[in-house]
């Protein structure tokens, strides 16, 4: 008898140890699969995320003339062509640093773009290195490796930096007049001015908002826009939209729920709140600013050669250039 149990308990020392090396073996297993799809996702991370975009919506859909990175702004003039980088902090350093950019800037991870003629140019922080990513270009996109942009025959289509291919998104049919993204997909507006949806695989398009909408922006649930004149807060709270008009305006952005708008006359700011209950919003500008931009902290806008930084309280606003 004390022969078996001692049998048996070597035995059971010999079957724990390989059942030890089995559940050891299968952590292990876990491990490396648990590696192998994090990596998947590190990997793809750039190409689908929102927070990678080149710029912030509004400041594209009102030309893209502003973009900040690392506590510099770069910009360009509207309707003028050359590229300035001006330190946040330090008016009136602005150096011209590209002699080509018109429109459409943006930064993703140290690489910057600009559209020059319907072509779409990459350059380094120098403003120099230039080299032609994309030809025959509209509004473009950039989102980590992935380029969205307008062909010449209205399709959106979608440019791969890393393989180097391109395939449509949205049809020409769709009347596309722009679009944003917001993780992973596209939001536009069709030939009647309706918000739609899609995915950057181009499956799964469906209207979101029916409305007659322009320069497009969105900030987590909340979708701002430009119909009839006015500009309109649209929240998304689960299957419901709740839309509210806010004030009327040509021009406009959105930063902290406080809104710098043009009406085509003059140029004001305020908080959202305060306009919806009908206070009246502070003179920014006599006359009517272009290419309203945001960067994290503040502002951006243009009056005729001047270029100024306002922050986002509406208190200080200082000339860059």
Sequence with gaps: MIKWIQQLTKEGQKMSKKVNLIAISFVLVLVLIAGILLAGVLSSKSEVV??????????????????????YVFYTFPGEKGLYRVEREKPQTAK????NADAFLQTVSGSYYYLCDDI??????????????????????????LIFYMD??????????????????????????????????????????????????????????????????????????IADGKVCLSISDGEKIRSNEIVSAKEYAV?????????????????????????KPKLILKGAVQGISIDEECFYMFDSGDFYK??????KKVKMN
């Design 255 to 279: 930063l902290d729920s406080h809104i710098l708008y043009t009406d085509g006359k003059n140029t004001y700011f305020s908080h959202i709140n305060d306009l919806v209950n009908d206070k």
């Design 96 to 99: 011209k640093i590209n002699e």
């Design 120 to 145: 779409l140019y990459e350059c380094d922080w120098g403003g120099q290195n230039e080299k032609k990513i994309i030809t025959s270009v509209r509004k473009p996109l950039v989102v980590g490796s």
């Design 50 to 71: 929102s927070g990678t975009a080149g710029n912030f919506p509004i400041n594209l859909a009102n030309g893209g003339y502003v973009v900040e990175d690392g506590g």
């Design 152 to 225: 010449k025959q209205g399709n959106v289509c979608k440019y791969s930096t890393q393989n180097k291919t391109t395939s449509i998104v949205i049809g020409k049919n769709m009347g596309v007049q722009e679009f944003v993204v917001y993780y992973k997909k596209l939001f536009y507006t069709d030939k009647l001015g309706n918000i739609r949806r899609i995915s950057f695989t181009g499956k799964g398009d469906e209207l979101f908002i029916k409305t007659k909408a322009s320069r497009l922006s969105i900030s987590g649930k909340y979708f701002y826009y």
């Design 310 to 315: 306002l922050d986002s309280n509406g208190e």
